[in-house]
């Protein structure tokens, strides 16, 4: 037993010739811990004191592949080997104590990495622990009681009606225009509007239905054949203009075809002129390249189109759950969150019709 210079009290336990050592603002604290962790261990019989986080997470990961989007998939990746495993890959599992979570997160905080960068890493570590634990892999959850940084939900950057029509004005690309003009009119992600096939367009209905997305994986480009969620997976209606849009695109893309020495027939509404999907990280940069030339906020970015849709829906009265179903956003809260502020006229409307009613 021994009291640490930050004052905290350690004691040991040896397992197979390996001490492991816990951590008490008291002693009765460590020991507890202790305690706690040796008898976990009789009720995890598949323990495995060799395996660190590293080797963890990657067969962790492999399992779950298979129940996860790609573009998810691709992210946890990332986050795991940009932010958690260059200081904890070497780790034993079994070793691994909450107070090294909590200098991980202090550590990225102080490299200037933002509350939300580092709670999402935290949250994927978070998952794969879990599974560990479920799996009897180790016989405690070693991020119990690590608090992650608070998140501030900030209002999302919305477009008003005479920004939208000075950003479209100024693409002179009609291909990009087109593209902006749909996402702009319809709240699709930009992986569902790549995505986006000339037979998911419903012309007599005035209906466009989100069956795949295009994704950057690794670097390479692919057709997905799922989308984000379930709820992502719909059918919306789209008006007489977005439709005349849709079908002057249909036509610059069948010129395009009959043009190409060869053409890769994905059958896609917006694709490269050879016929191959767009990289959505090229999309990103054409898109912040022309909101600088139109005067946009530094914060504009693709999904601000998407925003300003959803944000001219609520405006403009329409209900949250059908706000919900054109979006494809899992969950009505999700909604709820991020557009249920009320804007200024939204506020001064209410007093109004107040007036009428006493």
């Known amino acids: 037993m021994k009291k640490r210079p930050d004052g905290r009290y350690k004691v040991s336990l040896t397992i197979d010739g390996k001490r492991h050592y816990f951590y008490g603002r008291t002693i009765k604290e460590a020991e507890q811990r202790r305690d706690k962790f040796k008898n976990a261990l009789h009720a995890a019989p598949n323990v495995d004191y060799n395996i660190t986080l590293g080797q963890w997470l990657s067969i962790w990961l492999r399992g779950a592949r298979s129940t996860l989007a790609e573009d998810t998939f ?119 509007l790549l995505g986006l096939r000339i037979n998911d367009i419903d012309i007599k209905n005035k209906t466009l239905t989100v069956n795949q997305t295009v994704l950057n994986v690794g670097g390479s480009v692919v057709i997905s054949q799922t989308t984000k969620n379930k709820s992502s997976h719909r059918t919306i209606s789209i008006d007489d203009q977005t439709l005349s849009v849709i079908r002057n695109q ?39 390249a022309y909101g600088r030339k139109s005067g946009m906020p530094e914060a504009f970015s693709f999904h601000t189109l998407r925003h300003t849709h959803a944000t001219l829906l609520v405006k ?43």
């Open 316 to 358: 403009a009265g329409v209900h949250f759950k059908v706000i919900q179903y054109r979006l494809g956003h899992a969950t009505f809260a999700q909604t709820m969150d991020t557009y249920s502020h009320i804007t200024p006229a939204m506020e001064s409307s209410v007093v109004d019709k107040l007036r009428d009613l006493i």
């Open 74 to 192: 691709d992210s946890y990746v990332f986050q795991l080997r940009r932010y958690v495993l260059p200081t904890l890959a070497k780790v034993k599992l079994i070793e691994l104590q909450p107070h090294m979570f909590r200098d991980l997160i202090a550590s990225l905080l102080s490299q200037g990495y933002s509350n939300r960068t580092v709670q999402y890493a935290i949250a994927v570590v978070r998952i794969g622990l879990r599974q560990a634990v479920n799996d009897g892999i180790i016989p405690t959850y070693p991020l119990r009681g690590v608090k992650l940084p608070a998140v501030t939900h900030d209002k999302v950057l919305a477009l008003t009606k005479d920004e939208a029509g000075r950003f479209l004005a100024s693409v002179p690309n009609p291909k990009h225009h087109n593209l902006y003009w749909v996402a702009l009119y319809t709240g699709l992600r930009r992986s569902e």
């Open 250 to 288: 249909e036509k610059i893309i069948f010129k395009e075809r009959m043009a190409a020495m060869s053409y890769e027939n994905n059958n896609l509404l917006f694709a490269r002129p050879d016929g191959r999907p767009y990289d959505p990280k090229y999309i990103s940069r054409r898109t912040k």
